[in-house]
């Protein structure tokens, strides 16, 4: 059974840092993990991603420069850094599997239950 569990949410003030973790279990061979945000009212969109086995990644370009997705696979864990964060950050953070990186929601087969980040101004 595949388990995905995101920790790490909370709440800070703009211009602080959080960093997510996603530990996952039971996956398949996918290769693609990813971090997804949901704001109220918003459809959920993609944050980053990286293949797990050659470490490549993918970021939405709001999110370049300020957040970085990182992945320890000793650990089965992928991690997302977000540095200068800003209201417009909050939201509900989702860890997601799959098979590829790509920005789409629909391409990733497994999520976990969502992390809350609330970025006070």
């Known amino acids: 059974q595949v388990q995905l569990v995101e920790s790490g949410g909370g709440l800070v003030q703009a211009g602080g840092s959080l960093r997510l973790s996603c530990v996952a279990s039971?996956?398949?061979?996918?290769?693609?993990m990813g971090w997804f945000r949901q704001a109220p009212g918003k459809e959920r969109s993609f944050v980053a991603a990286i293949n797990r086995n050659i470490g490549r990644t993918l970021y939405a370009d709001s999110m370049k420069g300020r957040f970085t997705i990182s992945r320890d696979n000793a650990k089965n864990t992928v991690y997302l850094q977000m540095n200068g964060l800003k209201p417009d950050d909050t939201a509900v953070y989702y860890c997601?599997?799959?098979?590829?990186?790509?920005?789409?929601?629909?391409?990733?087969?497994?999520w976990g239950q969502g992390t809350q980040v609330t970025v006070s101004s």
């Open positions: 039971g996956l398949p061979s996918s290769t693609a």
């Open positions: 997601a599997a799959g098979p590829i990186v790509v920005t789409a929601p629909s391409a990733y087969d497994y």
